[in-house]
């Protein structure tokens, strides 16, 4: 069975704003990388079919060592699936020569409206084996936290 980790937040923002967030070149380098790690997006095409490359640059690598390189974890990303101010698919292969980080992992961000804000749930499957749960939950957690001060203060 595939290994399915997750996590959520409520954003103090409007599920459009946050959708917009997810599908936009500058605001995903700003938010997505979280604690740690800044990101550069290399290549952009928000579409179903579409998708990005993205350069996560550790900013101490001798604390985390990268998968692609010491210092870097480099990401293939496909959109499979759009659906506005409510879900968001990505489709998600890191270049890594260790066996541990391949595969295809899917990552789910689904949007609800709840009072003022949204609840973002993000549900990551097939998560290779290389990928530490708990890290990858604490990072999938610290990345919201950084979509919500953005959106937040830029929506």
């Not at 936009?24 to 604690?35: G, V």
């Not at 409510?86 to 609800?112: I, S």
């Not at 609840?119 to 990858?136: C, K, L, N, R, S």
């Amino acid at each position: 069975m595939s290994r399915i980790d997750r996590a959520s937040r409520v954003i103090a923002a409007p599920p459009a704003s946050v959708y917009g967030a997810l599908l936009d070149r500058t605001s995903l380098e700003a938010w997505l990388p979280p604690d740690g790690m800044r990101g550069r997006v290399e290549r952009w095409d928000p579409r179903p079919g579409g998708g990005f490359r993205m350069i996560l640059t550790y900013l101490d690598p001798a604390d985390s060592p990268g998968k692609t390189s010491d210092s870097t974890d480099v990401v293939e990303v496909v959109f499979a699936d759009l659906v506005p101010s409510e879900r968001v698919v990505q489709q998600a292969v890191f270049e890594a020569d260790d066996r541990a980080y391949a595969g295809t992992m899917t990552m789910t961000w689904h949007l609800a409206a709840v009072g003022d804000g949204t609840e973002v749930t993000v549900i990551a499957a097939d998560v290779p084996p290389g990928i530490d749960q708990t890290d990858h939950e604490t990072g999938i957690a610290s990345s919201l936290a950084n979509l919500a001060s953005y959106v937040e203060t830029t929506g």
